[in-house]
């Protein structure tokens, strides 16, 4: 991620949207749904367990 000299935005080359996804996003989005989950689901570990990240970063990529 590059940020700007006067640091009120980035950019991320298209080439680094994908570790971006895995490395930031998805783990952000697990920690606070794993919040808001319920059936028994209660924290973030599990939630992270059951999704298949290959798919969501394909969905992210084609949006």
């Known amino acids: 991620m590059n940020i700007k000299d ?3 935005y980035y950019y991320i ?3 680094e949207w ?3 996804i895995e490395e930031e996003v998805i783990e ?3 920690a606070d749904a794993s919040l808001e989950v319920i059936n028994g ?3 973030q570990f599990q939630l992270a367990g059951i999704i298949d990240r290959q798919q969501l970063i394909a ?3 084609n949006l």
């Open 6 to 8: 006067n640091n009120k």
């Open 13 to 15: 080359n298209q080439h």
């Open 18 to 20: 994908e570790i971006f």
């Open 28 to 30: 952000d989005a697990i």
């Open 41 to 43: 689901i209660d924290n």
């Open 59 to 61: 969905t992210a990529l």
